[in-house]
């Protein structure tokens, strides 16, 4: 929060506009991004469901007049009654805020009420924050799939959610 000031947050769905503002994201959050082109690709998808995470601030925000910014985003793809969480990236400025957290729980209840009966991720093994935030919500660790991640090469950990 800024001194003086106050911050308003909004999970919305992402949209063209938004499509700059997360490949910058992309580029500061993994070690290969996807490209504006994807992201673009993923909202045309009908398997895909993406937010953002949108982060207003200063002291102007009562007369609207407050600095918006893309503080994170997420995309869940739902294939055949089972979701999987794709990405999941806060803007490195921002963590430790609990934005990771709005977010999981706005891809969890839309997978509950899109009738998945479970989530899968994958997760680089180096990563312990987001492996932690994941178990926090009930997903357990599945399966390994070594050297799957490069830049550094590195092991994917598999985890999984049952919701049903």
Same mark, same amino acid.
């Given at each position: 929060m800024e001194a003086g000031g106050q911050t308003k947050l909004l999970v919305r769905p992402m949209t063209e506009r938004d499509l700059p503002e997360t490949a910058s994201l992309e580029r500061l959050s993994f070690?290969?991004?996807?490209?504006?082109?994807?992201? &673009?690709?993923?909202?045309?998808?009908? /398997?895909?469901?993406?937010?953002? /995470?949108?982060?207003?601030?200063?002291?102007?925000?009562?007369?609207g007049e407050g600095r918006k910014k893309i503080a994170g985003y997420c995309n869940l793809r739902i294939i055949a009654g089972e979701a999987?969480?794709?990405r999941i990236a806060v803007h490195p400025d921002l963590r430790g805020r609990g934005y %990771?957290?709005?977010?999981?729980?706005?891809?969890?209840? &839309? %997978?509950?009420?899109?009738? %998945?009966?479970v989530i899968t991720l994958e997760v680089r093994n180096s990563n312990q924050a987001a492996r932690n935030l994941y178990k926090? @919500?009930?997903?357990?660790?599945?399966?390994?799939?070594?050297? @799957? @991640?490069?830049?550094?090469?590195?092991? %994917?950990?598999?985890?999984?959610l049952r919701l049903s």
């Open positions: 070690s290969v991004p996807w490209s504006e082109t994807l992201l &673009s690709e993923c909202l045309d998808s009908r /398997l895909d469901l993406v937010w953002v /995470l949108e982060e207003e601030r200063g002291s102007e925000l009562q007369k999987e969480l794709m %990771a957290r709005i977010l999981m729980d706005t891809l969890v209840r &839309s %997978a509950r009420e899109q009738g %998945a009966s926090s @919500y009930g997903f357990v660790e599945e399966a390994v799939r070594k050297s @799957y @991640y490069t830049e550094p090469v590195e092991d %994917a950990v598999i985890m999984g």
